[in-house]
C-alpha cells in the first residue's frame, strides 16, 4: 500500500513541476491512467500479474530499461486497439 500512495505523491508532484526528472514509475503510471482511464486502475494494473506480458507484474518489470520498454509497448499496444 506504501508504494501506491508514494506512487500517487510521485505521479502529483511531477505533474506540478515537469522540471523534475521523471522516474519510470511515474512515467508509466502517467500512462496506464491515461490507458485505464484512472490514477486508481492503473496502480491496480501496475501492481497485479498481466497476462500479455508473460504473467508478469508490470511494476516489477520497469526496473530496469528492457522490462520498461515492455510495459510502455503493451500500453501503447492498449491505446491504439493492438492486442496481438
Not at 32 to 61: H, M
Amino acid at each position: 500500500m506504501l508504494s501506491v500512495v508514494s506512487g500517487a505523491l510521485s505521479l502529483a508532484l511531477y505533474r506540478e513541476d515537469r522540471s523534475m526528472p521523471e522516474t519510470p514509475y511515474a512515467k508509466a503510471l502517467e500512462h496506464a491512467a491515461n490507458v485505464f482511464g484512472s490514477q486508481r486502475l492503473a496502480e491496480d494494473w501496475l501492481s497485479k500479474p498481466c497476462t500479455y506480458l508473460d504473467g508478469q507484474v508490470p511494476l516489477e518489470l520497469i526496473d530496469n530499461a528492457q522490462g520498461f520498454k515492455l510495459v510502455e509497448d503493451y500500453l501503447t499496444r492498449v491505446e491504439l486497439g493492438v492486442y496481438q
